[in-house]
C-alpha cells in the first residue's frame, strides 16, 4: 500500500494529520490543542477502518506526529482521544492495542469516547471491565460516555466543535501550508544534496593533460555553478514567499495563546532559509576557492609547459658532448666554429626561459597556491641558463687557450723542420775550406738567433702557462716538440762545434750524422793497438751511442709521433688507434734516458776512457728499463703482423727515406742491449794495463746479469694455468729445464707412493719467494707465430724448501725436499757447472730467510728482556 503523508509543522497550536489508505476516502484527524498541564492532544476522528490499518503504518504515523513538538520542547506530553461513538468494542479494543504498541512518544492519557449503540456500550463496558488491567499496564484509558464527560478533563477551547469545544479548524487550509512546508524543506534537502554531489565531483574528478580539455571543464562547471546558483535562488524566493504567508494578520477570532503559537511554522521555514543562505554562502565561497584554483591551475599548466618546452637542460646535455680540446690547429678551430653556432642558439633559448622567468615571477606575485613549485622551477631555468652560458665561456676560452698552445707547437715544429732542412743541404764538400766553414757557421748562427724564440722554449714554463689545458695527448705532443727542439739544437750545437774546430785549428772534419739517419751503416770494430786501445775502443762506443739515439729519435718522430697527426689518420689502421704504447712499449723512457743522461754520460769520458765502465755502474739500475720493453715485444710483433702492410707504415718510411721498415727499428732496443757486453769485452780485450779495468769487468757483469734477468723475464710471461699473481713470488733468479724425479716419505696415515723410474722433463722457475714448476709445452707455428709456453703444475715455497747437494749415481743431481722431507725431489741438471749455479742460488735465499728469522728472534728476545727488567725494577 501506498502511505501519503502531509509533512506536520505547527500552525497555531495544532497538530493536524491527513493521510489515505489504499484508496480509502474516509479521513483520521486529530485535535492539536493542550491539555490543562500543557500536554499536547492528539484527536482520532471516528473511523470503522482504523483497525484495518497494519500496525506498522500506524507506528509511522504516530512516530511523525509526535516528532514534531519534540523537536522545540523537550519532555513532552501528549494526551490521545479517541472517538468510538459509532464504532464497536471488538475495533475499539483492536485500536487500543496498537497504540499501546506502537506510540513512541510519552503518553500521558488515552480518554475514549465509547460507542453509543446499546448493545455495543454494553459489550464495551463489560469488556473494558475485563480488559482494563491489561490496559493500564501499558497505557492509562479513561472511558467517557458523552462529550460533556470530555469538558472535565480539557478545556473547551483546546477542542474543535464536533468533540463540543469552540477550537476553530480547516484541515484542508493545514493540509496546504503543512504540504507547502515540507515540500519546501525537502526542496532545501535536494539542494543541500545536489550542492553536496557536486563538491564531491569537484574534489574526485582527475584533470586532464592538455590546456582544451582544462578549459572545457572549468567552462562546464561554471555553466553548471550558475545552475545551482538560480536553483537556489528559485528555492529561496519560495522560502520567502512561504514565510510571507505566516506573516499575514489571521482573522479577529484568533485567541491571544493562538497568536502567540502562530510563530512556530513561521521560525521553521525562516530557519530553512536561514539554512538555504549558510548554504549558498559556503557554496559560493568554495566555489570561489575552487575557480581560482581552477585558473590558477590552468596557468600552472601553461606555466610547466613553457618550461618543459625549454630545451636548455637538452641544450646542457649537448654541450657536455662538445669536445673542449683538440689534437691538432684545423681540428680546433672547427670546434671553436661549432661552439659559437651551438652558443648563438643556446642565447636565442636562454633569452626564452627569461620570458617563462617573468611569467612565473607574475604568477608568485599573484599568490598562487604552487608558489614555491613556480619559484624552483624559476630558478632551475636560472641556473641552468646562467650554468649553459659559463659553461660555452669557459670551453671557448678553453679552446682558444689549446689553439695558442697548438699554434705555438707548430711554430717550433716548423723551426725544427727548417733547421733540419738547412743542416742536410750545407755541402759538407764546400765546408772544409776556412770560407766555406766560416760562411755556414754564419747561416747556422743567423738561423739561430732569428729561431731562438722557438728552439729555446723553456717546457716548464710552457706546461704552466697552459696547465689548464693540457691533456695526455698534449703533454705527449710537447715532449715530442721538446724532444725534436733538444735534438736540433743538439745536432746545431755539434755542427757549430765542429767548424769552430775546423776554423780554430784547420784540420779536416769530422763526418757528421744527418739528422733523421737512414740506417747508417754498422761501423766495424776499430782496430786497437796497444797504446792507443782505451781511446779508440772508447770512441767506438760513443759513436755507436749516438747513431743509435739518433735512431730512436727518427722512429719517435717519424712514426709513432704521426700516429697523432690528423693529417695521416686517414691512413692509419683501425687495429691501430690508441694503440702506440702497445707498438712501441716504452721506448720514449729508453729514448730520454739514453738523450737525456747515458749518452752525455760517455761523451764526457771522451778525455778520461777509464770512466767508461762507471757509467754502466751508475745507470745499471735505469737499463731495467729494457726488461719492460723485452716483455712488450711478442704483443708488439703481434700487432705489427697484422697491418704491416699498411700504407701508413709505408708512407712514413717513404718520408724518412729508409730502406728497411718499422719491424727493423723496433728491434733496435732489443740488438743495442746485446751490443753493449760486446763493445764492454772489446775494451777490456785492449785496455788490460789501464786504470778502469776493473770498473769495465763489474760493468761487462751487470750487463751479463741485465741480458740474463731480461731473458729468465721472458720465459716467465710465457707461464700460463697459474691461478695467481706471479709478481708476489719476487723476482724471477734461475730459469731452465730439468729431469725430476718425485718421492714422497713413508708414514703410518700414508700409503708408500713408489719413486718414478722414468723422470719427467719440467722447467723450473726460481723466484725469491717460491720454486715453480712447469712443463714446457711444445713450439708450435711457424716464423714469427712460433712461440713456447711453459704449463704451471704447482710451487713450493722457499721458507719450507731444503736442498741435498750430493745424490748417489750421477753429479749432475741434487734434491730438493719440502716440508720436512714430505716431499722430495730429485733434479738432474744438464751440466755441473750449472747444477751449482742453481745451489748457489738457492743457497743464497736460504741464507737470506735464516738471517731474517735470526733477526726477528733476536728483536723478540730483545723484547722478552727488556719486559723482564720491566717487571722486576717495578716489582722491587
Given at each position: 500500500?501506498?502511505?501519503l503523508?502531509s509533512r ?11 493521510f489515505?489508505v ?7 484527524s486529530a485535535?492539536?490543542g493542550?491539555g490543562?498541564?500543557?500536554?499536547w492532544?492528539?484527536t482520532l476522528?471516528?473511523n470503522?477502518?482504523?483497525n484495518?490499518?497494519?500496525e506498522?503504518?500506524?507506528s509511522k504515523v504516530?512516530?511523525?506526529?509526535t516528532?514534531v513538538p519534540?523537536?522545540h520542547?523537550s519532555?513532552?506530553k ?5 472517538d468510538?461513538?459509532?464504532d464497536t468494542?471488538?475495533s475499539?479494543k483492536?485500536?487500543?492495542?496498537k ?5 513512541p ?6 480518554m475514549v469516547?465509547?460507542p ?7 459489550f ?6 475485563f480488559?482494563?488491567e491489561?490496559f493500564l499496564?501499558?497505557?492509562p484509558v479513561?472511558?467517557l460516555?458523552?462529550v ?5 478533563y480539557i478545556?473547551?477551547?483546546q477542542?474543535?466543535?464536533e468533540l463540543?469545544?469552540t477550537?476553530?479548524?480547516?484541515h484542508?487550509e493545514?493540509?496546504?501550508f503543512?504540504t ?5 524543506a525537502?526542496t532545501?534537502k ?6 553536496q554531489?557536486?563538491?564531491t565531483e569537484?574534489?574526485?574528478?582527475e584533470?586532464?593533460e592538455d590546456m ?5 571543464i572549468?567552462a ?5 555553478y ?8 528559485a528555492?529561496?524566493?519560495?522560502g520567502?514567499l512561504l514565510?510571507s ?9 484568533c485567541?491571544e495563546e ?8 513561521w521560525?521553521?521555514v525562516?530557519?530553512l532559509l536561514g539554512?538555504?543562505r ?6 559560493d565561497?568554495?566555489?570561489e576557492?575552487h575557480q581560482l ?5 590552468l596557468q600552472?599548466?601553461?606555466f ?6 625549454n630545451?636548455?637542460e637538452?641544450l646542457?646535455?649537448?654541450?657536455a658532448?662538445?669536445?673542449d680540446t683538440g689534437?691538432s690547429i684545423p681540428q680546433v678551430?672547427?670546434r671553436?666554429?661549432d ?10 633559448l636562454?633569452?626564452?626561459a ?12 599573484n599568490?598562487h597556491?604552487a ?7 624559476c630558478?632551475?631555468?636560472?641556473h641552468?641558463?646562467d650554468?649553459?652560458?659559463d659553461e660555452i665561456k669557459r670551453?671557448q676560452?678553453h679552446l682558444?687557450?689549446?689553439l695558442d ?5 707548430q711554430?717550433?715544429?716548423q723551426c725544427c723542420d727548417?733547421?733540419a732542412?738547412?743542416?742536410?743541404n750545407q755541402?759538407?764538400d764546400?765546408c772544409q775550406?776556412k770560407e ?7 747561416d747556422?748562427?743567423r ?5 731562438s724564440?722557438?728552439l729555446?722554449?723553456d717546457?716548464q714554463?710552457l ?7 693540457l691533456?695526455?695527448?698534449?703533454k705527449?705532443?710537447?715532449q ?5 727542439l733538444?735534438?736540433?739544437r743538439?745536432?746545431f750545437?755539434?755542427?757549430?762545434s765542429?767548424?769552430?774546430k775546423l776554423l780554430d785549428k784547420?784540420?779536416r ?7 733523421r739517419p ?5 761501423s766495424k770494430s776499430?782496430?786497437f793497438s796497444?797504446?792507443?786501445?782505451k781511446?779508440?775502443g772508447?770512441y767506438?762506443?760513443?759513436k ?5 739515439v739518433e735512431?730512436l729519435f ?7 709521433a704521426e700516429m697523432?697527426n690528423?693529417?695521416?689518420l ?5 687495429v691501430l ?11 720514449p ?5 739514453h738523450?737525456k743522461i ?13 770512466r767508461?765502465g ?5 745507470r745499471?739500475?735505469?737499463?731495467q ?7 712488450n715485444k711478442p704483443r708488439?710483433?703481434s700487432?705489427?703482423r697484422q697491418?704491416?702492410?699498411s700504407?701508413?707504415?709505408?708512407e712514413c718510411?717513404?718520408k724518412?727515406?729508409?730502406k728497411?721498415?718499422?719491424?727493423s727499428y723496433l728491434l ?5 742491449l746485446?751490443k ?12 788490460t794495463?789501464c786504470?778502469?779495468v776493473q ?6 757483469v751487470?750487463?751479463?746479469d741485465?741480458?740474463k734477468s731480461v731473458n729468465d723475464s721472458m720465459?716467465q710471461?710465457?707461464i700460463t694455468?697459474y691461478d695467481?699473481?706471479l709478481s708476489e ?10 729431469s ?6 713413508k708414514?703410518?696415515?700414508?700409503m708408500k707412493?713408489?719413486a718414478?723410474f722414468?723422470p719427467m722433463?719440467?722447467?723450473?722457475f726460481l723466484?725469491?719467494?717460491a ?7 711444445e713450439?708450435h707455428g711457424?716464423?714469427y707465430?712460433k ?6 703444475k704447482h ?5 719450507a724448501v ?8 750421477d ?8 716440508s720436512?722431507?714430505?716431499e ?8 755441473v757447472?750449472?747444477?751449482?749455479a742453481?745451489?748457489?742460488?738457492i743457497?743464497?735465499i736460504?741464507?737470506?730467510q735464516?738471517?731474517?728469522i735470526?733477526g726477528t ?5 730483545c723484547g ?6 720491566a717487571?722486576?725494577?717495578s716489582?722491587?
Amino acid at each position: 500500500w501506498l502511505l501519503l503523508l502531509s509533512r506536520v509543522k505547527y500552525t497555531q497550536g495544532r497538530i493536524w494529520f491527513c493521510f489515505a489508505v489504499l484508496g480509502m476516502c474516509k479521513s483520521l484527524s486529530a485535535d492539536g490543542g493542550r491539555g490543562k498541564d500543557k500536554a499536547w492532544i492528539i484527536t482520532l476522528p471516528d473511523n470503522a477502518g482504523f483497525n484495518e490499518v497494519p500496525e506498522e503504518n500506524v507506528s509511522k504515523v504516530l512516530t511523525y506526529l509526535t516528532s514534531v513538538p519534540s523537536q522545540h520542547e523537550s519532555d513532552t506530553k501528549f494526551i490521545l482521544i479517541l472517538d468510538r461513538r459509532l464504532d464497536t468494542w471488538t475495533s475499539l479494543k483492536t485500536t487500543l492495542q496498537k497504540i499501546a504498541a506502537s506510540f513512541p512518544g510519552n503518553l500521558h492519557l488515552v480518554m475514549v469516547l465509547r460507542p453509543t449503540g446499546f448493545f455495543q456500550r454494553t459489550f464495551t463496558d463489560i469488556g473494558f471491565r475485563f480488559s482494563q488491567e491489561d490496559f493500564l499496564l501499558k497505557l492509562p484509558v479513561v472511558m467517557l460516555s458523552s462529550v460533556s464527560d470530555l469538558l472535565t478533563y480539557i478545556d473547551e477551547q483546546q477542542l474543535t466543535p464536533e468533540l463540543g469545544g469552540t477550537l476553530e479548524y480547516c484541515h484542508s487550509e493545514w493540509v496546504i501550508f503543512r504540504t507547502a512546508i515540507e515540500s519546501f524543506a525537502l526542496t532545501v534537502k535536494e539542494i543541500a544534496q545536489m550542492l553536496q554531489c557536486f563538491g564531491t565531483e569537484l574534489a574526485e574528478t582527475e584533470l586532464p593533460e592538455d590546456m582544451y580539455s582544462i578549459e572545457r571543464i572549468l567552462a562546464l562547471r561554471t555553466e553548471r555553478y550558475c545552475q545551482l546558483k538560480e536553483d537556489i535562488t528559485a528555492v529561496t524566493k519560495e522560502g520567502k514567499l512561504l514565510l510571507s504567508s505566516f506573516e499575514e494578520p489571521d482573522s479577529g477570532e484568533c485567541t491571544e495563546e493562538q497568536q502567540q503559537e502562530r510563530p512556530g511554522d513561521w521560525e521553521t521555514v525562516n530557519r530553512l532559509l536561514g539554512q538555504l543562505r549558510e548554504m549558498e554562502t559556503a557554496f559560493d565561497g568554495f566555489w570561489e576557492k575552487h575557480q581560482l584554483k581552477m585558473e590558477q591551475y590552468l596557468q600552472l599548466w601553461k606555466f610547466e609547459q613553457s618550461f618543459q618546452e625549454n630545451a636548455i637542460e637538452f641544450l646542457m646535455g649537448q654541450q657536455a658532448e662538445l669536445p673542449d680540446t683538440g689534437d691538432s690547429i684545423p681540428q680546433v678551430k672547427q670546434r671553436l666554429k661549432d661552439l659559437e653556432h651551438f652558443d648563438g642558439m643556446a642565447q636565442d633559448l636562454i633569452g626564452k626561459a627569461q620570458v617563462v622567468i617573468l611569467h612565473g615571477h607574475q604568477l608568485a606575485a599573484n599568490h598562487h597556491y604552487a608558489l614555491n613549485l613556480i619559484c624552483q622551477q624559476c630558478n632551475e631555468l636560472r641556473h641552468h641558463g646562467d650554468l649553459l652560458a659559463d659553461e660555452i665561456k669557459r670551453k671557448q676560452m678553453h679552446l682558444q687557450k689549446t689553439l695558442d698552445l697548438h699554434t705555438r707547437l707548430q711554430q717550433a715544429l716548423q723551426c725544427c723542420d727548417e733547421g733540419a732542412y738547412l743542416l742536410a743541404n750545407q755541402q759538407m764538400d764546400k765546408c772544409q775550406s776556412k770560407e766555406g766553414a766560416q760562411k755556414a757557421l754564419q747561416d747556422i748562427e743567423r738561423f739561430l738567433e732569428s729561431s731562438s724564440a722557438y728552439l729555446n722554449y723553456d717546457p716548464q714554463a710552457l706546461q704552466y702557462d697552459f696547465e689548464s689545458v693540457l691533456t695526455s695527448e698534449l703533454k705527449c705532443q710537447i715532449q715530442s716538440v721538446q724532444v725534436k727542439l733538444e735534438n736540433v739544437r743538439s745536432m746545431f750545437e755539434s755542427r757549430q762545434s765542429c767548424f769552430k774546430k775546423l776554423l780554430d785549428k784547420h784540420v779536416r772534419p769530422v763526418q757528421l750524422v744527418a739528422p733523421r739517419p737512414e740506417n747508417p751503416p754498422r761501423s766495424k770494430s776499430p782496430l786497437f793497438s796497444p797504446k792507443h786501445g782505451k781511446i779508440l775502443g772508447n770512441y767506438g762506443v760513443f759513436k755507436t751511442e749516438r747513431v743509435y739515439v739518433e735512431e730512436l729519435f727518427t722512429v719517435l718522430t717519424g712514426y709513432r709521433a704521426e700516429m697523432d697527426n690528423p693529417a695521416m689518420l686517414i691512413l692509419l689502421p683501425p687495429v691501430l688507434r690508441n694503440r702506440k704504447d702497445v707498438l712501441f712499449g716504452n721506448m720514449p723512457e729508453i729514448y730520454d734516458f739514453h738523450n737525456k743522461i747515458f749518452l752525455h754520460s760517455l761523451e764526457n769520458c771522451l778525455g778520461a776512457p777509464e770512466r767508461v765502465g762507471c757509467c754502466f755502474l751508475d745507470r745499471r739500475e735505469d737499463f731495467q728499463m729494457y726488461e719492460k720493453y723485452c716483455q712488450n715485444k711478442p704483443r708488439s710483433e703481434s700487432l705489427w703482423r697484422q697491418c704491416s702492410e699498411s700504407s701508413f707504415f709505408q708512407e712514413c718510411q717513404r718520408k724518412l727515406e729508409h730502406k728497411l721498415g718499422l719491424d727493423s727499428y723496433l728491434l733496435k732496443p732489443v740488438q743495442r742491449l746485446t751490443k753493449y757486453q760486446l763493445l764492454l769485452k772489446e775494451l777490456l780485450k785492449y785496455s788490460t794495463s789501464c786504470d778502469g779495468v776493473q770498473e769495465l769487468q763489474e760493468a761487462l757483469v751487470a750487463m751479463l746479469d741485465l741480458l740474463k734477468s731480461v731473458n729468465d723475464s721472458m720465459h716467465q710471461i710465457s707461464i700460463t694455468g697459474y691461478d695467481g699473481d706471479l709478481s708476489e713470488l719476487g723476482k724471477v733468479l734461475m730459469q731452465g729445464s730439468f729431469s725430476v724425479w718425485t718421492g714422497h716419505r713413508k708414514g703410518p696415515t700414508k700409503m708408500k707412493d713408489l719413486a718414478r723410474f722414468k723422470p719427467m722433463q719440467r722447467h723450473l722457475f726460481l723466484y725469491e719467494k717460491a720454486l715453480v714448476f712447469c712443463k714446457k709445452r711444445e713450439e708450435h707455428g711457424d716464423g714469427y707465430d712460433k712461440t713456447s709456453s711453459y704449463s704451471f703444475k704447482h710451487f713450493l715455497k722457499m721458507n719450507a724448501v731444503g736442498i741435498t747437494e750430493n745424490v748417489k749415481g750421477d753429479h749432475r743431481k741434487f734434491e730438493i725436499w719440502y716440508s720436512g722431507r714430505e716431499e722430495v725431489y730429485v733434479v738432474q741438471a744438464q751440466t755441473v757447472d750449472l747444477k751449482m749455479a742453481w745451489l748457489n742460488e738457492i743457497r743464497k735465499i736460504l741464507f737470506k730467510q735464516q738471517e731474517l728469522i735470526k733477526g726477528t728472534f733476536a728483536h723478540f728476545l730483545c723484547g722478552i728482556h727488556s719486559a723482564a727488567k720491566a717487571f722486576l725494577f717495578s716489582y722491587c
